[in-house]
C-alpha cells in the first residue's frame, strides 16, 4: 500500500512539473546545435590528402635516416674515453671490437685514436687517428665503423659522441606516426611581424640549458575565435619560418615538451600555418637527442587537436 501510494505521489509531482515553453525547447535546440557545430571536422579534399601524404612519408623517411638509427649519445670528459663493445670502456658500443680505441677531449678539441686492427673509417679510408670537425661547423667528420657511424656533437659547454647504428630494430619496428583526424580548420593565414634582427628569445631544451635565439619575427592569426601569437624560432620569409609550440593538448595526447611547425614563405605579409602538419621532435622517438622546448611565448592557451599525436606509454621522453 506504502509502495503504490509513493508511486502515485511521485506521478503527481511530475504531472504538476510544467513543461519547457517553445521558446525554451528552440534554446535548448540551438546550444546542442552549436555544440555539435564547434566538433565538426571540415575535411581535406584529394589535393590537400595527396600532398599531406607525401609530406608525412618524408618525415618517416628522415626519422628513420637520422633519428631512428640513433644508439647512443656519450658526453666526453676532459682527457681520454676509451669505447668498444666491452663492458669497462667509458664509451660503451652496441657492437664492433671490444676495445677499438679511445677519444680524447682537450680544450674544446676531439680526436680519435684507434687500437691496431680496428677498421674504422673516414671518408672511406682506413685511419689510425684522427682530428674531429663537431656537427656545429655543419661538416662533421663521421667515423664508420662496421654499422655504426659516429660524430662529435656540441650542445652549449656539453661536447659529446653521437653514434647511429644502421641495423638499428627501432627503424625495422617503427610503427609509424599518429596523427589527429585532418581539419583544414586549423589551416590559418597568418600576418607577419619581421623582428629586423631586433628579437631575441630564450629557447630551454630536454638537456636543461636555455639558448637566447634570434627570431625572425612574429605571425599573429585567429583561430576557433581568439586571437593568438608565435614567435618564430629559424627559418626566414623568403624560405619559411619555423617554431616550436604547445598549447593545451600538450598535456594529454601530443609531446609535453612542444611540437614542430614549418611554413612556407611568406607572401605579401602573410603565411599559412597548417597546424595539420605540427610534429613531434626526434626526442618523441629516441632518448639520444637534445630537442629544444616550445618557450614561453609559444605555448598556446588553447587546444590544438590536429597535427601529430603522442604515445605517452612507448615514448622516449
Keep these: 500500500m506504502r509502495e503504490k501510494l509513493s508511486r502515485a505521489l511521485c ?5 504538476r512539473k510544467p513543461a519547457p515553453s517553445i521558446k525554451a525547447r528552440w534554446i535548448i535546440s540551438l ?9 565538426a571536422i571540415t575535411p581535406p579534399d584529394a589535393a590537400y590528402l595527396q600532398s599531406f601524404e ?3 612519408a618524408e618525415m618517416v623517411d628522415d626519422l628513420k635516416q637520422r633519428w631512428l638509427v640513433l644508439a647512443g649519445l656519450f658526453w666526453l670528459k676532459p682527457g681520454a674515453n676509451t ?3 666491452a663492458e669497462n670502456n ?5 657492437s664492433g671490437p671490444a676495445h677499438a680505441g679511445s677519444f680524447v677531449l682537450k680544450d674544446a678539441n676531439v680526436s680519435a685514436q684507434f687500437q691496431p686492427g680496428t677498421p674504422a673509417k673516414i671518408e672511406n679510408k682506413v685511419v689510425s687517428e684522427a682530428a674531429l670537425q663537431s656537427d656545429v661547423t655543419g661538416k662533421p667528420t663521421v667515423i664508420e665503423l662496421g654499422s655504426l657511424r659516429m660524430f662529435v656533437i656540441t650542445r652549449g659547454t656539453r661536447i659529446g659522441i653521437r653514434v647511429r647504428d644502421l641495423n638499428s630494430d627501432r627503424v625495422r ?3 609509424g606516426p599518429l596523427f589527429f583526424p585532418l581539419d583544414l580548420d586549423y ?3 597568418a600576418s607577419f611581424v619581421p623582428s629586423n634582427g631586433t628579437k631575441t628569445v630564450d629557447v630551454p631544451n630536454v638537456l636543461g640549458d636555455v639558448t637566447p635565439t634570434p627570431s625572425p619575427g612574429e605571425v599573429h592569426f585567429k583561430l576557433n575565435g581568439r586571437e593568438l601569437t608565435l614567435t618564430a624560432l629559424s627559418g626566414d620569409p623568403e624560405h619559411g619560418l619555423s617554431f616550436v609550440i604547445s598549447d593545451l593538448t600538450s598535456k594529454t595526447e601530443t609531446y609535453p615538451g612542444g611540437r614542430f611547425l614549418d ?13 595539420n602538419r605540427a610534429y613531434n621532435p626526434p626526442c618523441a622517438v629516441t632518448p639520444y637527442a637534445t630537442c629544444p622546448l616550445a618557450p614561453k611565448e609559444n605555448r598556446l592557451p588553447v587546444a590544438i587537436d590536429a597535427g601529430e599525436k603522442y604515445d605517452r606509454k612507448h615514448g622516449s621522453h
Design 11 to 15: 506521478v503527481v509531482r511530475d504531472l
Design 173 to 175: 619496428n617503427y610503427k
Design 90 to 94: 667509458s664509451i660503451v658500443l652496441p
Design 54 to 56: 607525401k609530406w608525412k
Design 263 to 275: 611554413t612556407d614563405p611568406v607572401a605579401n605579409g602573410k603565411v599559412v600555418l597548417d597546424f
Design 83 to 85: 669505447f668498444g663493445s
Design 31 to 39: 546550444v546542442l546545435f552549436a555544440a555539435v557545430a564547434l566538433h
Design 187 to 189: 589551416q590559418v593565414t
